[in-house]
Nanobody, 124 residues
Framework: VQLQASGGGLVQAGGSLRLSCGASGGTLSGYSLGWFRQAPGKEREFVAAIRPNGGSTYYGDSVKGRFIISRENVKNSAYLQMNSLKPEDTAVYYC??????????????????WGQGTQVTVSS
């Protein structure tokens, strides 16, 4: 499965962006999907994840209440709606797919497939 993240860009603080994650070479329907981010000089950080059927979602503390993860299995895609963006949200955002379960869904090691990343820059 090849993943491709898109939708990043430059936005002012308080603004919104919607990231998309598309897949080719396989179906995402059986995988948990996650979004992670990495800022310069920092470790990769869990942002959000969603279980295969979309029934359960998980968020990192720093984005809870501002970001919304969703998926459309029929379109083999996932999305991250980012609202009320802050300068500290600036990072490269990666989408990932894997057989993660509830206890591992926040761990990047639970994901086997990764997209190339999309840059999000939030100006103050």
């Amino acid at each position: 499965v090849q993943l491709q993240a898109s939708g990043g860009g430059l936005v002012q603080a308080g603004g919104s962006l919607r990231l998309s994650c598309g897949a080719s070479g396989g179906t995402l329907s059986g995988y948990s999907l996650g979004w992670f981010r990495q800022a310069p000089g920092k470790e990769r950080e869990f942002v959000a994840a969603i279980r295969p059927n979309g029934g359960s979602t998980y968020y990192g503390d720093s984005v809870k209440g501002r970001f919304i993860i969703s998926r459309e299995n029929v379109k083999n895609s996932a999305y991250l709606q980012m609202n009320s963006l802050k300068p500290e949200d600036t990072a490269v955002y990666y989408c990932a797919a894997g057989r993660a379960i509830t206890s591992t869904i926040r761990n990047s090691r639970a994901y086997n497939y990764w997209g190339q990343g999309t840059q999000v820059t939030v100006s103050s």
